[in-house]
């Protein structure tokens, strides 16, 4: 049976939730459940202040619904087992996460998957900035994993990841991979400026119709059509994602950078 | 007043000053004084009973960066130490704070505190920035300290030695100490800053290579700040940091740093770090060099060290040696953050990662051991770890342990890199420290370096900053947790548990000097500086509590080796 949280707060104040994620709550009766320790501001409150409980979390399934905006740090540290969102939900959602899954049915806040190790987030509507990226003065982000995002997301997608798959369907911002150590970004739709900025290596992948002007620190290398572009996108289809033919059979311009850090680094033009 | 006397009673009470090694005493404490034992008949106002405790000074931290511009900026430039480390959460009596390998103001005295240690002194910071550093001091509660100014690479200093005019020299160190209401004269890699700051990569290699635009060299430097330090009577004259610190074959380096003293008092500091031997830039011959360099400091009784001993974790590097911050971001490919401060000094900082399956890092390690075990008179070692760059103070329990306890030494250097055994001879040394020595290294030797007259003994006069212990085979682990912690005659600590977080005070100087410099100076202040010459210095009444430490110290004759 799915363990159900339904959001009853009334407050604009930022709830936090971390550390309550199933793998956690699996052990604890209802009632420990209801007494686990969440932030309201800089105050210590218990979950059952914000969220009706009910079920249980025997199946290691959490189920979260309501108007989860300002509730934040959601499956942080999450090590294995699954979370469904039924609506939009804060920031740093699935932070540091090693294992399981996350499906938010609305749209997540900034900061998804910030330095995750691994397991699954995927958002079938539009994210904010700083997806898997790492968070300040760190020396990596995302390092394994994958994150896709249906919609549309922000700026520093990626910021200094490390390894892992980051997806996002639609449209996207500034700064895409900055920093980058390794790892793979696909972006389906447009994009802002000066992806890729320092990037040491990994790929930065866009399939849009419009590409971005690429910094002058990137160099083109060949026109071809990479085998592993058609495995990695099956792959993504048989999560859901929607993958078209025309896709599967694209040719890339490849260009290597960013050359003021070694140049190992690259991102494809879908042509 | 009868009523006023607090007795600590019956401890075993470790005051080698005055000659006590472990016998049961007790301590009479009025206000904040240690003093004689009442007359007959007079009873104290308070009876601690201390039988079966172990009873010290407070700890004397005399080389540690917690305060100032760099202390800062590491601060901010490393959140992610921060994140992944303790909060000290608030309480009734005492602030919140963060920890990671540079806490906040706030945090560092109440750790300090909590770990014995009553008096710290921060080792390098640009006069420039004095009022800066006495901000942040004044928000860290709990213990006595201060700090040492930089002047190695002060171009008003270098002036006066490329043109000849000691008693300019002699008229500028006290003014600027007495300015920057400092302590002590710091000599950080003296002439080298100046060389990085007008080349790409730049340093000099040895004391006698000449420095730009000034035609001098680090030697004339370090004898000359030396010479002058000593003749006007500073409690502690000198506080050098050597050039090139961390390079394979500095030992060379170090040897002439200590010849260039001329027989006049000076302190090496984070001596570990200037030990090396090997080819430039080898890793293959990178060895130990600590039984050479200890023997000379066994042979010459006006130069004292303190340790920077290395222990393997994540830390900070932060020094006034900018060439030095380079170089470790160009080893380990971390951030790095490097500040040029006008004529003065210069900064760099770097994370910093030791680990014992290096050779480098593990060497370090046991080069730092070396040092404790070699130095015959423990009051001339003081034990640093150069808190934050070679680890945290609150490391020293952990080195307590690896003096005293030689099997447990042993077990650790058979973890760390095989191939350091090769490179040193810390396995064939058996000596251990007695509880008697280690209070030597802590309290009693720093603060008898200092020139600290009311610190490091608990004899009648003395400041009442005593640290009550219980005794416990494990040393670590009985260092890690004074049972008391008195601080000015007041029980600030009891069970790891702050009582009373006390204000502590501010150590300086402020040495005579003839007032005919000040036309000199404020000439070269309106040509040069972004700071007014009246602007410049430290009002006295801009510190709240304050001890002015008397510079009539007896000019010791050179020429003192034995």
């Known amino acids: 049976m799915t363990l159900k949280l339904t959001y009853q707060g009334d407050t604009k104040i930022p709830v936090e939730i971390e550390g309550i994620t199933p793998d ?105 900035h700083q997806v898997g990226a790492a968070y300040r003065g760190s020396e990596r982000g995302m390092n394994r994993g994958t994150i896709i995002i249906d919609g549309n997301a922000g700026n520093e997608i990626g910021l200094t990841m490390r390894r892992g798959l980051i997806v996002i369907g639609g449209n996207a911002g500034d ?79 490849l260009y290597h950078g960013d050359m003021i850090d070694g140049g190992r680094g690259e991102i494809l033009l879908r042509t | 007043m009868t009523a006023s006397y607090l007795k600590l009673a019956g401890g075993y009470v470790y005051d080698p000053l005055n000659g006590v090694d472990g016998q049961a005493q007790d301590i009479w404490i009025l206000d904040d004084k240690i003093v004689e034992p009442p007359p007959p008949g007079v009873r104290a106002g308070r009876v601690i009973d201390l039988a079966g405790y172990v009873v010290m000074p407070g ?186 610190l961390g390079m394979p074959g500095n030992y060379s380096t170090t040897f002439n740093t200590m010849d260039a003293l001329n027989g006049y008092n000076g302190h090496i500091t984070h001596v570990q770090f200037h030990s090396y031997g090997g080819g430039e830039g080898e890793e293959e011959s990178f060895c130990s060099k600590a039984q050479e360099l200890a023997e000379y400091v066994n042979t010459h009784e006006n130069i004292t060290v303190d340790v920077g001993q290395v222990m393997f974790g994540e830390t900070t590097s932060m020094t006034g040696d900018g060439p030095l911050g380079y170089y470790l971001h160009n080893v380990y490919g971390t951030k790095w953050f490097s500040a040029d401060t006008e004529m003065e000094s210069g900064c760099g900082i770097a994370p910093i990662k030791y680990r014992n399956e290096s050779l480098v890092h593990a060497l370090q390690w046991a080069i730092g051991l070396e040092w404790y075990l070699l130095v015959n008179d423990p009051w001339r070692v003081v034990m640093s770890t150069d808190s934050p760059n070679g680890a945290s103070f609150t490391a020293y329990p952990q080195i307590i342990r690896l003096l005293m306890d030689s099997t447990y030494r042993n077990d650790v250097l058979r973890t760390v890199h095989p191939e350091v055994v090769n490179r040193c001879i810390l396995a064939d040394l058996k000596r251990e420290y007695t509880l008697n020595e280690i209070c030597i290294i802590t309290r009693a030797g720093p603060a008898k370096i200092l020139g600290l007259k009311n610190k490091g003994h608990l004899g009648p006069g003395a400041d009442a900053d ?71 210095p430290i009002q006295d009444d801009y510190l709240h509590h304050a001890e002015v430490v008397d510079c009539s110290q007896p000019e010791e004759s050179p020429n003192k080796s034995s």
């Open chain 2, 59 to 244: 700890g004397v931290d005399m080389h540690c960066h917690i305060a100032g511009p760099k202390v800062n900026m590491a601060r901010k430039m490393r959140p992610e130490d921060k994140r992944r480390d303790e909060v000290i959460e608030r309480t009734q009596k005492t602030h919140s704070g963060t920890m990671g390998s540079v806490p906040s103001t706030f945090a560092i005295g109440y750790k300090y505190i909590g770990l014995g240690y009553t008096t710290a002194f921060d080792a390098a910071v640009p006069p420039l920035s004095a009022r800066h550093a006495h901000e942040e001091l004044e928000d860290t509660p709990c213990i006595d300290k201060g700090f040492f100014v930089l002047t190695g690479n002060n171009h008003f200093v270098m002036k006066s030695i490329a043109d000849n005019e000691p008693e300019k020299l002699k008229g500028f160190l006290p003014w600027l100490l007495g300015a920057a209401k400092g302590y002590a004269p710091k000599l950080v890699n003296p002439g080298g800053v100046e060389v990085w700051k007008h080349h790409p990569k730049g340093n000099v290699d040895t004391v006698d290579q000449t420095i730009d635009y000034f035609d001098i060299t680090p030697r004339q430097i370090i004898s000359e700040l030396t010479r002058t330090a000593n003749e006007i009577g500073l409690p502690h004259p000198v506080h050098i940091h050597c050039n090139n």
């Open chain 2, 466 to 536: 005593i640290t009550v212990y219980l005794p416990h085979e494990n040393k670590q682990l009985m260092f890690e947790l004074p049972k008391y912690v008195f601080k000015s005659g007041v029980l600030v600590v009891e069970d790891a548990e702050i009582r009373e977080p006390l204000s502590g005070k501010i150590f300086h100087v402020d040495p005579d000097y003839d007032l005919e410099i000040e036309k000199d100076i404020s000439d070269w202040f309106e040509q040069y500086y972004s700071v007014r010459f009246r602007n410049y």
């Open chain 1, 24 to 128: 956690i709550v699996q052990q604890l009766s209802l009632a420990e459940i209801e007494q686990l320790p969440v932030f309201h501001g800089k105050d210590k409150c218990v979950l059952a202040d914000f969220f009706k409980i009910s079920g249980d979390s025997a199946d290691l399934h959490m189920h979260l619904s309501g108007q989860l905006t300002g509730v934040h740090w959601i499956g942080t540290k999450m090590q294995h087992g699954s979370i469904t969102i039924d609506g939009d939900c804060g920031r740093h959602l699935g932070s540091e996460m090693r294992g399981g899954t996350i499906i938010v049915n609305g749209n997540a806040g900034d900061w998804i998957g910030g330095e995750m190790k691994g397991g699954l987030i995927h958002v079938h509507g539009n994210a904010g």
């Open chain 1, 175 to 253: 700064l895409i991979g900055f920093n980058m150590l390794a790892g793979t970004v696909m972006i389906f739709g447009s994009s802002g400026i000066r992806h890729g900025a320092g990037m040491r290596r990994g790929s930065i992948i866009f399939m849009g119709e419009e590409h971005p002007q690429l910094l002058p620190s990137f160099r083109h290398a060949v026109q071809y059509q990479p085998e592993f572009m058609r495995v990695m996108l099956r792959k993504l289809a048989d999560t859901g994602f929607h993958v078209t033919e025309e896709n599967l059979n694209a040719s890339y311009n």
